[in-house]
C-alpha cells in the first residue's frame, strides 16, 4: 500500500534562514508525490507535485521539493523562510486505484520566527 | 485557477437533525470529488470518494447511511450528516479533480466546513 511519512511534528526556523519540511514515501510503482499547505481554518492549498522528470520540482510561493529516488524522499525546501510561512504542511502520495484517492502525511507544523 | 468552493463555511447544530455541506467546482467539471474529515491538529481522513451520477465509495468504517453523499451534477456534491451527534463535530472538507485533465493531477481543496454539533 502507499503512504508518506512526514517524521516532524514541528519545524521551526528563524526568519530569513533556509528551511526544510520532510517527507519519505512508500509506493508500488511509479511514484507522484505532492505538498499541500494549510493555514488555519482553510482548506489545502497546491504547493507542488512530482509527477516524473527533474528531480528538483519548483512550486509557488519560493517553495522547491527535491526527489530522491534512492532515498524514497521529497523533502519540502524554501531558501528563506517568511513568517507568513508559519503554517501546516502535508505530504502526499496518489494511491494506487483508479480514482487517483490521495494519501497524506500527518502534517508538519512550521511555526517562522521573526 | 480551479477553485472549489464549499457551503456553509460554518454551522451550529443541535444533536439529531441532519445538516447537508456543498461542494462545488466553479471553473472546472468534477467527474469524481472527495470527502475528508478533519480533526484538530491532525491529518486528513479521507470519508469517501464520490462520483458523478454514481454511488460513492465509502473508505472502510465511515457509515454511508450516516453520511449520505450525492453527486448529482458536474460541478456538485453535497455530504448530508444524518442524525448528527456531538462526535461528529469535525472540520470537513471536500476536494475535486478537473475532469478535463487526465493523469494524475492535484486535487484542488474547498475552504472547509467547520460543524459543530450541540
Known amino acids: 500500500a502507499q503512504s508518506v511519512a512526514q517524521p516532524e511534528d514541528q519545524v521551526n526556523v528563524a526568519e530569513g534562514n533556509p528551511l526544510t519540511v520532510k517527507c519519505t514515501y512508500s509506493?508500488?510503482?511509479?511514484?507522484?508525490l505532492f505538498w499541500y499547505v494549510q493555514y488555519p481554518n482553510r482548506g489545502l492549498q497546491f504547493l507542488l507535485k512530482?509527477?516524473?522528470?527533474?528531480?528538483l520540482v519548483k512550486g509557488s510561493y519560493g517553495f522547491e521539493a527535491e526527489f530522491n529516488k534512492s532515498q524514497t524522499s521529497f523533502h519540502l525546501k524554501k531558501p528563506s523562510a517568511l513568517v507568513s510561512d508559519s503554517a501546516l504542511y502535508f505530504c502526499?502520495?496518489?494511491?494506487?486505484?483508479?480514482?487517483?484517492?490521495?494519501?497524506f502525511g500527518a502534517g508538519t507544523r512550521l511555526a517562522v520566527h521573526p | 485557477g480551479a477553485v472549489v468552493s464549499q457551503h456553509p463555511s460554518w454551522v451550529i447544530c443541535k444533536s439529531g437533525t441532519s445538516v447537508k455541506i456543498e461542494c462545488r467546482s466553479l471553473?472546472?467539471?468534477?467527474?469524481?470529488m472527495f470527502w475528508y474529515r478533519q480533526f484538530p491538529k491532525q491529518s486528513l481522513m479521507l470519508m469517501a470518494t464520490?462520483?458523478?451520477?454514481?454511488?460513492?465509495?465509502?473508505e472502510q468504517g465511515v457509515e454511508k447511511d450516516k453520511f449520505l453523499i450525492n453527486h448529482a451534477s458536474l460541478t456538485l456534491s453535497t455530504l448530508t450528516v444524518t442524525s448528527a451527534h456531538p462526535e461528529d463535530s469535525s472540520f470537513y472538507i471536500c476536494?475535486?479533480?478537473?475532469?478535463?485533465?487526465?493523469?494524475?493531477?492535484?486535487?484542488?481543496f474547498g475552504p472547509g466546513t467547520r460543524l459543530t454539533v450541540t
Open positions: 476536494s475535486a479533480r478537473d475532469t478535463g485533465l487526465a493523469g494524475p493531477y492535484e486535487q484542488y
Open positions: 509506493v508500488s510503482g511509479n511514484p507522484y
Open positions: 512530482y509527477i516524473t522528470g527533474d528531480n
Open positions: 502526499a502520495v496518489r494511491d494506487g486505484g483508479g480514482y487517483n484517492k490521495l494519501i
Open positions: 471553473d472546472f467539471q468534477a467527474t469524481t
Open positions: 464520490s462520483n458523478e451520477g454514481s454511488k460513492a465509495t465509502y
